[in-house]
């Protein structure tokens, strides 16, 4: 199978029911928003952000492909029928425990800090941001268009971004900037 198509060279996407969407279409720059998102991550573990660290990125690249497929499948009919494709208020709660964990050896904020440190930690810092504009590109897309779990799951992703970036700088040394 080769990687191109040539289905996509007048502009157009499909979406996973077989609808034909310009590629500027609200609902692909949110999932495109989501695949930056994953590839900003890969970033991140590719610098090395600490074995825990990595692991947690890992499991969530899985589940930002599972929240494009989401994304991608406005008349929900892919939920059903992959699993690996499905997000529940359990993976929210998985990253509300994660940012409890890393919360525990982190002190206490009383000002806002400026991104930097470690290139992980800057990276992590930059993957916050984009999270926080996918976000933003989802809820774009009105009310009711996504199942609400999905917007949760983003919402507390950024929260857990914005810890792992404390963390992993914390742990390598290198002090936080306040403003």
């Known amino acids: ?15 996973f029911d077989g609808t034909r969407v310009r590629k500027s279409d609200a609902r692909v720059d949110a999932y495109g928003e989501i695949d930056e998102l994953s590839a900003i991550l890969g970033l991140v573990r590719a610098h090395g952000a600490g074995d825990e660290i990595d692991d ?9 492909l599972a929240l494009g497929a989401r994304l991608a499948d406005p008349a929900r009919r892919i939920a059903p029928r992959v699993t690996r494709a499905m997000l529940g208020s359990d993976d929210v709660a998985r990253l509300e425990a994660w940012i409890d964990r890393l919360e525990t050896t982190l002190p206490p ?5 400026l991104a930097g440190g470690t290139p992980s930690g800057a990276t992590l810092h930059l993957a916050r941001t984009v999270c926080r504009r996918a976000e ?6 009105g009310p009711g268009a ?9 919402n507390r992703l950024s929260d857990l971004l914005f810890v792992m970036a404390r963390a992993v700088n914390q742990r390598a040394g290198a002090r936080e900037q306040e403003w």
């Not at 947690?56 to 930002?64: E, G, I, K």
């Not at 904020?109 to 800090?113: A, D, E, N, P, V």
């Not at 609400?148 to 983003?154: K, N, S, T």
């Open 146 to 154: 996504v199942d609400p779990v999905l917007l949760a799951y983003v």
């Open 109 to 113: 904020l009383g000002r806002f800090i």
């Open 56 to 64: 947690m990125l890992l499991a969530v690249q899985r589940d930002l």
């Open 136 to 141: 933003r590109r989802i809820v774009s897309l």
């Open 1 to 15: 199978m080769k990687i191109y198509t040539k289905t996509g060279d007048g502009g157009e996407t499909a979406l």
